[in-house]
Each structure stands twice: as C-alpha cells, then as structure tokens.
C-alpha cells in the first residue's frame, strides 16, 4: 500500500532527515537514496525497515547536513596550478591579458576546494542513529498505511456486497433455466416428431432431469458465498492477509467460471461477465495489501 513515514534527528549544526514512501508491490524492494559514503549501510537499514514493512516497494531518502568543520575542508593545489597554467595558455593563443587572476577567483573553480562531509568513517558514527530513525520512519509508515489500509477495506467491503448481490441473482434465475429447457424440449418434440411416434412423458421427465443435473449450479453458489464471507473474515485480521486474499480471490475466479460454462442460460451468462469483473478488480486491489 501506498504511505509515508518520516522521523528527524538533530544535534547542533547536523542534522539527518529519513523519509521513506512506499507504493504497491507484490514483494518487498528497497531503493535507498542519500549520499556515497551510506550506501554500504543498505543492509543493516533494510533489516531494521523490514520489521514494519513486508510487502511494497519503499523509496527510503537519506536527507545529511553536516556543518563544515575545518579538518574536513580539502584543497586540490595541483587542480588549481594546472587551471592557471590552463588560463595563461588560453590567453597566449588568443593574444588575451589574463589579468588579476587572484586566488579568490581559482578557489571557486570546480574541484578546488570541496567539503569532506560524506567521509565514510564519519558516516558510520551516524549509522545507530540512522537505524534508529529508520525505525521511527517506518513506524509513522505504517500508521500511514494502516489508515489507508481501512479506506481500503471499506472499499471492498461494497465490491464484495455488489458481487453477492449479482450472485443472489443468478441463484433466483436457476430454476427457470430447467423450466425454459423443458419448454423447449417439449415445443421441439411437437414440431420434429410425427405425432405417430409416441413420446412419454416419463422420457422427457428423464431428459429434463439429466439436463437439471448438468446445469445446477447450486454448489458454485454455495461455495462462492462461503468464500466472500471467509474474504471479509480476513480483511479483519491484524497482518499477514494479502496472499490469503489472493488466494481466495482466485478460487472466486474458479467458481465464476464454472457457474458460467454450467449455467447454460444467457441472462444468468450476463451476470457471470459482472461477476468476474468486479472480482477483478476486487483482486487488482488486493494486490496492494500486505
């Protein structure tokens, strides 16, 4: 599900940020984003997010401020010589003055001067307080998700409701399928069999019956409703419910199409397509939930 979580931590001038979003995935995938020298701490960060997160694709930012102490500040001379020697050629070849190239001017030139905060030995005094703040992002996460969690269950709920509904209408149109079977078999016989060969009516009572067997449907029915009240069941469990809602949404699958190749009748045909559809969508939602 989708959500975002956040924590802050601040001591003096530094500061690190954690903000994490998570968007729908079948499967857990971390892509982590904050300077050079954390990405080795990819792992440990990743256990800690993992004991509020399963499932979903998480975008975790690592936001670093760090003020800019002196031992860290480096200065490239070679850099800086060689963009000097660089200008007095340039200004040789053109018939140019160089002018008052000062050393305010080469210092703000790329590469000469340059802060050290991404020094990997600092970093790792960071990565306790890192570990922390991933688990407090990942607990607003979660609360974020929770939220959006109910909104969704919600949801569901009516999409399950329109699918009892549309089955409680197949259910009421079965028994005229044998009836107009019956109908037609009988208007069949008066028009293709001479009235000299007789017909019994325990014949077309048997054929009317090896059709009504054929046809019913009544266990599908029973089995597709048994499974939407165990789906709204689960969507009442604390954790650990989106495969099992997949699951369930499948064998409601099964059982659509089976009531829809056994029905043999077009209005109920009709209701199966709106059936599917709904459980469908009703599927494409639970792959959000984890």
Same mark, same amino acid.
């Given at each position: 599900m989708t959500g975002h979580g956040q924590a802050r931590w601040q001591e003096g001038p530094d500061q690190i940020e954690v903000h994490l979003r998570s968007v729908n995935h079948r499967f857990f995938n971390l892509r982590m984003r904050g300077p050079e020298a954390f990405a080795s701490f990819e792992a440990a960060l990743q256990e800690v997010l993992r004991r509020w997160v399963t499932r979903g694709s998480v975008e975790m930012e690592l936001r670093v401020e760090e003020a800019v102490? +002196? %031992?860290?500040? !480096?200065?490239?001379? %070679?850099?800086?010589? #060689?963009?000097?020697?660089?200008?007095? &050629?340039?200004?040789k070849r053109v018939g140019a003055n160089v002018g008052s190239l000062t050393c305010d001017a080469v210092s703000t030139l790329p590469g000469v001067v340059a802060a050290r905060t991404d020094d990997a030995s600092r970093a790792e005094r960071h990565l306790p307080v890192l570990q922390k703040l991933v688990?407090?992002? $990942?607990?607003d996460l979660v609360a974020a998700r929770e939220?959006?969690? &109910? !909104?969704?269950r919600l949801a569901l709920a009516a999409q399950l409701e329109k699918i009892r509904g549309l089955v409680a209408q197949v259910a009421k149109l079965t028994p005229d399928v044998v009836e107009a079977h019956k109908k037609? /078999? =009988? %208007?069949?016989?008066?028009?293709?069999? +001479?009235?000299?060969?007789p017909v019994s009516a325990d014949d077309l009572a048997r054929e009317v019956a090896l059709f009504a067997d054929r046809c019913d449907i009544s266990e599908e029915i029973q089995r597709l409703g048994s499974h939407l009240? %165990?789906?709204l069941r689960i969507t $009442?469990? #604390? #954790?650990?419910? $989106?495969? !099992? /809602?997949?699951?369930? =949404?499948? &064998?409601? /699958?099964r059982e659509a199409n089976t009531i829809g190749s056994k029905a043999n009748d077009a209005r109920i045909a009709h !209701?199966?397509?709106?059936?599917k559809t709904e459980i469908e969508k009703v599927r494409e939602q639970v792959q959000n939930i984890e």
């Open positions: 102490r +002196p %031992e860290s500040v !480096r200065v490239d001379v %070679e850099l800086a010589a #060689a963009y000097v020697l660089k200008f007095h &050629e340039l200004a688990d407090e992002a $990942g607990r939220r959006e969690g &109910e !909104r969704l037609r /078999l =009988t %208007e069949r016989i008066r028009v293709l069999v +001479p009235s000299s060969v009240d %165990e789906f $009442g469990d #604390a #954790a650990d419910v $989106g495969r !099992r /809602l997949d699951f369930l =949404t499948q &064998e409601m /699958l !209701r199966v397509v709106e059936v």
